[in-house]
């Protein structure tokens, strides 16, 4: 697959996650107002060749016509490959898949707005998350709005070149930086949808489970005791053993209702147990003991984990200047299969040893490559169409089944996305095995919700047919086998080797379904010494690196009061799937949700190694943009983001703000006096009105945007309203109910929100005479046998 890039930081990483499916990806380089560090240009663009001689528009048309997808970022009113006429916005390469990520989409009053990571973090909600209650919103470290952007690019163009081989022609995608970020929220949007309220900051306190960052005797630990109810008891017979669980073991406390109304208390008890021991042996007890607890770990730290190095996580850079082994960098999200068709789960180490028919993943990459715009390809050709598509459709996934075997936050995000495509998605559940998010009342959002409308469940599930089994019978087994034998997707979310004790290992699911695709999403993947741990996605970020980064300046880690981790490796997950029905074939694939979260470090490990290590000094700084912050403006807790990218930009700013700098002051000289700055900043931006200041600096063309909060982003914002982005569906119980809408944008072939999410067991009839041919009498004896339940 060939792939032109031309990014700016908004999509780096969608080139990124293609060079990691072993893309052939030629970049385009653009100018910068600051030039990227050089952890940063090794972590982005390693296995690239890269055109650096100006590029005029007839070569570039070149390009485009040699490449298969073409991934284009920036303001909207500097893409060159995008026309806007009479209103309509087209591809200048209407062969090709051209992806396009803008800050706020090609199309909406706000298309020709700015943003880097902060201001788009800010208009999408996640700003709003982080901090602390009092302080400035805070979004999370490491550039994740556009990381996630990037995702969402790399998503679009493996759909594109889907639907190109079911209808023979390329299209436009568009993917807006903003919608990215509002779609991954968990719950900052759809509380309000459901309940009227939305949360806000807390610190690091998880508003619907009892999880967060606590202070060990040397460090910290993330952790809690939701979930199952064997979360509870389990740490409270911790606890009792040691000593420790003070009046925890009074019957009140069993009661999840009570303990949770006295959830203060609890965690006061549980941090005075955490805080007598090392971080490491809390998370080595608890991995012990199946509970979801991990040591907060940094960048520095972040190789020498085994769980990582073991399974052949990371990647080596070679470059000029750089040590001969090269310099260690995070890895890719998932592993690609070998090209010779043969399947396995096992990872490739550093020195190539593997385990039986492994995945593949690069162990090495070299620094960006000079590359002439006359021949930068290193392949011979473009992949073209490819031989045995399904023939036209009006969604890129119509006509694929994909059985979902998951649970709770990644693995039904990653179906809903699938299914907003095209594929129908069989969901399994029961009542037997109660997903939290249909049967705890805390994450119903709603206090008279039920299992069957509560706001988190509705969301996240949109589109599916449930089917009820109870898969602690050996005839809700047997009807799983045959489902499974009907499905040419596969996702699961279970701990390792649970499949294959209920007979569905990948290769008896192989037997059933030649050219079946699974994804299996267990914590931290299907091997490796911590194969067996329990993670939540709290854990998964405290592992990754990422919790470390939340800690403001000579204060404890903070931690995400939402599950980004989830969502993260849920775009993994529909990244796998679809790479795998582009290439046309199946395929098991071993997708550990820690390597996806850890993989969204960015350059943190290079810079580690390098030498690079941020130098921040308060929350929300950059290291090439001054000012570059959260200011308040008028109102209760309201707030504006801005980022000045350039020289100019300030000059403009200062004047229009009368700010006491000199207006011919270069980045190293606000650098010097940012403190004085962002003080008068705040002075003027307080008195103003928010919406009208961002209006009047994206006029100065300065990125700035109110923090929005959940009720703003459903009820405020003109430009989600204009984009139609919070559909309406008719849930049978809820009536008429908003939807987080499709991020992926596809002009050819659009995809929908088709349907409510369903009650449970809804369509098990239907399903099950339609697809394996049960009558009723079959589908009475299942009952009577408790299979359908």
């Not at 952890?39 to 100006?54: D, F, I």
């Not at 806007?84 to 200048?92: L, N």
């Not at 490491?280 to 520095?300: F, Q, Y």
Request: one cysteine or more.
């Amino acid at each position: 697959m060939r792939v032109l890039d031309l990014t700016d930081d908004l999509a780096f990483n969608g080139a990124r996650l293609l060079v990691g499916l072993g893309a052939d990806v030629v970049r385009v380089e653009r100018p910068r107002s600051a030039p990227l560090s050089r952890a940063e240009a090794l972590h982005w663009h390693a296995g690239k060749r890269v055109v650096s001689a100006p590029v005029d528009p007839d070569a570039l048309d070149r390009l485009a016509g040699q490449a298969d997808v073409i991934m284009e970022s920036g303001p909207f009113g500097e893409l060159r490959g995008v026309r806007a006429d009479s209103g309509a916005v087209t591809s200048r390469w209407p062969r090709a898949v051209h992806v396009v990520v803008t800050p706020f989409g090609t199309t909406g009053p706000r298309r020709d707005w700015r943003a880097d990571d902060l201001v788009a973090t800010a208009a999408g909600g996640m700003a709003w998350l982080g901090g602390k209650p009092g302080g400035p919103p805070k979004p999370p470290p490491r550039e994740q709005a556009t990381q996630l952007a990037g995702a969402h690019a790399a998503i679009a163009a493996l759909l594109g070149l889907i639907a190109r081989d079911r209808m023979g022609q390329g299209q436009l995608i568009d993917v807006s930086a903003q919608e990215a970020v509002a779609a991954t929220l968990e719950t900052g949007a759809i509380a309000w949808i459901h309940a009227g309220r939305y949360p806000s900051r807390t610190g690091g306190v998880y508003e619907h489970v009892a999880h967060r960052v606590f202070r060990a005797a040397d460090g910290h630990v993330a952790g809690g005791y939701s979930g199952s109810d064997r979360m509870w008891t389990d740490l409270l017979a911790w606890m009792a053993e040691c000593g420790e669980a003070e009046d925890l073991t009074e019957e009140k406390w069993s009661d999840p209702v009570f303990r949770w109304r006295g959830r203060e208390h609890v965690d006061e008890v549980v941090a005075r147990f955490v805080a007598r021991r090392s971080a490491a042996s809390l998370a080595e007890e608890g991995r012990a003991r199946a509970l979801p607890w991990a040591e907060v770990s940094t960048a520095t730290s972040l190789p020498g984990n085994p769980q990582l190095a073991e399974r052949g996580f990371f990647v080596r850079v070679l470059g000029a200047g750089l040590p001969e082994e090269g310099v260690t960098d995070v890895g890719f999200p998932l592993a690609r299969l070998p090209e010779d068709g043969a399947t396995g789960i096992a990872a490739v180490s550093e020195d190539g040893a593997t385990g039986v028919a492994a995945l593949r993943r690069p162990v090495r990459l070299t620094e960006p490559l000079p590359a002439a715009a006359e021949a930068p390809w290193r392949s011979e050709r473009p992949r073209g169409r490819r031989d045995g598509a399904r023939g036209p459709g009006a969604r890129p996934l119509d006509g694929i089944r994909v059985l979902d075997l998951t649970w709770v936050l990644a693995g039904p995000y990653a179906t809903k996305t699938l299914a907003e495509h095209g594929a129908d998605i069989i969901k399994i559940e029961s009542r037997h095995r109660r997903d939290p998010t249909r049967f705890a009342p805390s994450m119903r959002l709603r206090p008279d919700a039920g299992i069957d409308d509560g706001g988190y469940f509705v969301n996240f599930n949109r589109g599916k047919r449930s089917v009820a089994l109870n898969l602690r019978t050996e005839p809700g087994l047997e009807v799983l086998r045959r489902l499974a034998a009907e499905c040419d997707v596969v996702i699961e979310n279970f701990s390792p080797g649970v499949l294959a004790r209920w007979g569905l290992s990948y290769d008896r699911l192989a037997e059933l379904r030649p050219g079946v695709i699974l994804v299996s999403m267990a914590g931290v993947g299907q091997s490796g010494p911590w194969r067996n741990a329990v993670t939540f996605a709290d854990t998964l970020a405290a592992m990754s690196g990422l919790t470390s980064e939340t800690a403001d300046p000579g204060q404890a880690p903070e931690g995400l009061t939402f599950g980004l981790g989830d969502m993260v490796a849920a775009n993994s997950a529909v990244l796998a799937v679809l790479d795998l029905v582009a290439a046309g074939r199946g395929g098991h694939v071993d997708l550990s949700q820690l390597e996806a979260m850890a993989a969204s470090m960015g350059p943190a490990v290079l810079e580690a190694e390098l030498g690079e290590h941020r130098a921040v000094t308060r929350p929300n700084r950059h290291p090439r943009m001054v000012p570059h912050g959260v200011y308040p403006v008028r109102g209760d807790d309201r707030w504006i983001a801005l980022a000045v990218q350039g020289d100019e930009e300030w000059r403009r700013l200062a004047a229009h703000a009368g700010l006491p700098q000199p207006a011919s002051a270069d980045l190293e000289e606000r650098r010097r006096h940012e403190d004085e700055i962002d003080a008068a900043l705040a002075a003027w931006c307080s008195e103003r009105d928010g919406e009208a200041l961002a209006a009047e600096l994206q006029g100065l063309g300065v990125a700035a945007a109110v923090v929005a909060t959940g009720r703003d982003l459903v009820e405020a914002d003109e430009h989600l309203a204009a984009r139609g982005f919070y559909p309406v569906l008719e849930h049978p119980l809820i009536g008429p109910v908003r939807h987080e809408g499709i991020v992926v944008r596809m002009s050819g072939t659009p995809g929908a929100l088709t349907a409510p999410a369903p009650l449970l067991g809804e369509h098990t009839d239907r399903v099950l005479k339609d697809l394996l041919d049960l009558n009723d009498e079959e589908l009475a004896r299942l009952r009577d046998a408790g299979a359908l339940e």
